[in-house]
């Protein structure tokens, strides 16, 4: 299917997610995409600006297939294929909600190509972040906050040193450990967890 395609089969749906299976994949686009990260997980959108469609733009959102049960397993399924499959929303969109979260999104821009000849040394370095070295927190079952589940207590009981045990409280290590295990690595790059980090660490040298 092409670009125009989708955003034909797009045009008047305000209830399903329709999603493409692509290589290792299940795609959405447009509003079944704006339904997905808005009704079922904060995945993080792509916009395209694409000559096929006379420069107008498109948004996608993929996630493995493998991961199919974790994300999709609740909703109504109201058509599946092999290529293809239909889920029912969790509740019905309004198309002008779409049109201003589309609005909003960031365009994408691919990186240019490198010319014959050129070599990898020619490329900028990325920032570097200042070396982390996460602290050892103890956080009991019973001061667990009630989002967390048994496999996320891993971490209990394990010694505070003495020198970081005034650094930070153990309700804000509970905290940043309720971040680290929501933070969605496998759609995250490189930059973005190196970012992620670095926020963490600001958080836990900053709090009283």
């Known amino acids: 299917m092409t670009s125009q395609d989708f955003i034909r089969a797009e045009a008047e749906n305000t209830d399903r997610i329709i999603l493409y299976k692509e290589g290792l994949f299940w795609k959405a686009y447009e509003r079944s995409a704006y339904i997905l990260c808005t009704q079922v997980w904060p995945f ?11 420069g107008g733009h498109i948004v996608s959102v993929g996630f493995p297939w493998k991961h199919e049960d974790k994300h999709i397993r609740a909703l109504e399924r109201k058509h599946s294929s092999d290529e293809r499959l239909i889920l029912a929303a969790v509740s019905a969109i309004d198309p002008a909600d779409f049109e201003a979260w589309k609005a909003l999104l960031p365009l994408h821009t691919p990186a240019a190509p490198r010319r014959a000849g050129e070599v990898a040394a020619a490329d900028p370095e990325p920032p570097r972040q200042a070396a982390y070295t996460p602290p050892i927190v103890t956080c009991m079952p019973d001061e667990l906050p009630s989002v967390l589940t048994e496999e996320d207590t891993s971490y209990e009981r394990l010694p505070l040193p003495a020198e970081r045990a005034a650094d930070f409280t153990l309700s804000t290590a509970c905290v940043v450990a309720e971040r680290i295990r929501q933070f969605n690595l496998a759609e995250s790059t490189p930059m973005e967890c190196m970012l992620f980090i670095s926020d963490l660490k600001k958080t836990l040298q900053t709090t009283p």
């Open 44 to 54: 993080k959108p792509t916009k395209r600006c694409l000559k096929s469609l006379g």
